[in-house]
């Protein structure tokens, strides 16, 4: 079992940054692979950046490329997103969750823990 928890999420002016973080319980941290999606209002969850359980293979939302950044720190149990350059589109509540197949999947079924999700919003 995993716990996931997010934090870092607020309001932040168009061109702004942010950096959220998720922390993981457990000691097995490191056999997961972590992703990120998030949900804007009204909308389907998506997928965002994926990382693997080494932090050596990455993937990106092809819209999001440049723009945001999926890093770990295994021996703090935690995964980043850092988000440059924001826009008012990107404001939505933003999730993490665990993989322990460590398939660097963009599909949400594949993923077996998720946290409760940090609002983060943008204003023109």
């Known amino acids: 079992q995993v716990q996931l928890v997010e934090s870092g999420g607020g309001l932040v002016q168009a061109g702004g940054s942010l950096r959220l973080s998720c922390a993981a319980s457990?000691?097995?941290?490191?056999?997961?692979?972590m992703a990120w999606f998030r949900q804007a209002p009204g909308k389907e969850r998506e997928f965002v950046a994926v990382?693997?359980?080494?932090?050596?293979?990455?993937a990106y939302a092809d819209s999001l490329k440049g723009r945001f950044t999926i890093s770990r720190d295994n021996a703090k149990n935690t995964v980043y997103l850092q988000m440059n350059s924001l826009k008012p589109e990107d404001t939505a509540v933003y999730y993490c969750?665990?993989?322990?197949?460590?398939?660097?999947?963009?599909?949400?079924?594949?993923?077996?823990?998720w946290g409760q999700g940090t609002q983060v919003t943008v204003s023109s």
């Open positions: 969750a665990a993989d322990r197949r460590n398939s660097i999947s963009q599909t949400m079924r594949t993923y077996d823990y």
């Open positions: 990382i693997s359980r080494s932090g050596a293979t990455k």
């Open positions: 457990g000691r097995t941290f490191s056999s997961y692979a």
